[in-house]
């Protein structure tokens, strides 16, 4: 292993290649020794399996990051199986470029599926190998130095659908983008047809967040530009769930813990609105999130269901520390009372939202949040919330909102 050194302050990169010709290792390292990371440098001259496993040093294993080159020219087979043996090995801190002189489409896409982020033909073009190492230092400084500024990150579950879990996040959203002009991202983490660009009137089926996850292995702020949709003129950002029955899956857990915690250095808030249920992906969102509330209304099904949630949660030991039970269209003269909430959920009511159905059944219908001018508790509520996470009393006067109207 060779050991390039850039500085104690360096982020740690492990580059290892691949059955890559002597010559073209040399050029490689040359090209990756000018950026600024301490460089771990392992070649090795045969191909991985769980049956032919290689040595990693433990330098290379704990490095912040790692950048493999593998070559698919002499058994493009044994390729793909190293790049998913890779995969396996390192998880969300490796980034995989295949070598190969045949760029064939077929290939590349088989590639791309086993876990490669990027595909470049031979002779090396080293311009273009430069330019993959730039686009991954912006991301590995991003996410793998973790910036003491990362915004947070809330997460919203509902108890049961139906319980208003999406309009509250898109008004809090709103309250905190116009109100205190934070720059805020809402993600409708919905597996498919979600309704958070439907409520903001906005056409969000360019901009879903399941497909900015499959590019995050290209991810920086430029990428992230292009898949935004932009709410009315204030800092607000959407990325949408499809909008179509069906389809696949919307990554694997690593992606989207790697996804979401560069979203969080590029917002001061990032908002998730989520599936009712914590399968791996969910939960990962859970772990990275500062916190993370689960919604309900005060009837039985949905305190039923409340409960058997925070059961959940509890006993896997997830979300202990920020878990906050929010009661929806709550009102005084509800035939279950909070004491008996609390009791059935064993937890204390973070907060409670006063119901007002008719003006959020208009707010919906017209693609235009309820704004903080509007006299009523539901705002008031709102306006308490969002001054809690700013955790600042100083409000801005928020500009008329633009009328639109949602056609579907």
Not at 125 to 150: C, E, Y
Not at 153 to 172: E, M, N
Not at 244 to 259: C, I, L, N, R, W
Not at 375 to 381: P, R, T, V
Request: hydrophobic share 45%; charged share 20%; with cysteine.
């Amino acid at each position: 292993m060779t050991d390039l050194r850039q500085g104690s302050d360096a982020m740690g990169v492990a580059l290892i290649t691949v059955n890559v010709e002597q010559v073209t290792v040399q050029r490689l390292t040359e090209i990756a020794a000018q950026m600024p990371w301490n460089l771990l440098q392992s070649d090795f001259d045969y191909y991985f399996s769980v049956d032919k496993r290689p040595y990693f040093t433990q330098k290379a294993i704990d490095a912040e990051a790692c950048l493999a080159i593998v070559d698919f020219d002499k058994d493009p087979n044994l390729a793909l199986e190293t790049v998913a043996f890779l995969s396996g090995s390192f998880y969300h801190k490796i980034a995989i470029v295949a070598l190969s002189s045949a760029v064939d489409p077929e290939l590349v896409l088989e590639s791309m599926r086993a876990g490669c982020n990027d595909f470049l033909g031979k002779p090396l073009d080293a311009a273009a190998f430069t330019d993959t190492l730039h686009r991954l230092n912006k991301l590995w400084s991003a996410i793998v130095m973790h910036p003491l500024d990362a915004g947070k990150i809330i997460s919203f579950f509902g108890a049961k659908g139906g319980v208003g879990t999406t309009a509250l996040a898109v008004h809090l959203a709103s309250f905190l983008a116009k109100d205190f002009k934070k720059k805020v991202l809402l993600i409708d983490n919905h597996f498919q047809l979600g309704h958070v660009a439907l409520y903001l009137a906005l056409d969000g089926t360019h901009h879903t967040f399941r497909e900015l996850v499959l590019s995050v292995n290209r991810l920086d702020s430029e990428l992230l530009h292009g898949f935004v949709a932009s709410y009315d003129d204030c800092t607000l950002d959407i990325l949408s769930s499809p909008d179509v029955y069906g389809g696949e899956p919307k990554g694997d857990s690593e992606a989207v813990e790697q996804t979401v915690e560069f979203l969080s250095t590029q917002y001061d808030f990032v908002l998730l609105d989520c599936d009712a249920n914590f399968e791996d992906t969910n939960l990962a969102i859970i772990e990275h999130s500062h916190s993370v509330y689960l919604v309900a209304t005060p009837e039985i099904g949905a305190i039923r269901d409340l409960s058997r949630y925070v059961d959940g949660l509890i006993q896997n030991k997830q979300a202990t520390d920020k878990l906050h039970v929010l009661i929806n269209r709550y009102s005084s003269r509800e035939a279950i009372t909070t004491e008996q909430i609390e009791k059935a959920i064993r937890l204390p009511i973070a907060r409670k939202i006063s119901n007002d159905y008719l003006n959020l059944l208009n707010a919906i219908n017209s693609g235009v949040p309820i704004l903080s001018s509007v006299k009523s508790e539901f705002s008031k509520d709102m306006l308490r919330w969002a001054t809690s996470l700013v955790g600042s009393k100083e409000v801005s006067t928020p500009t008329p909102a633009k009328k639109f109207f949602a056609f579907f």
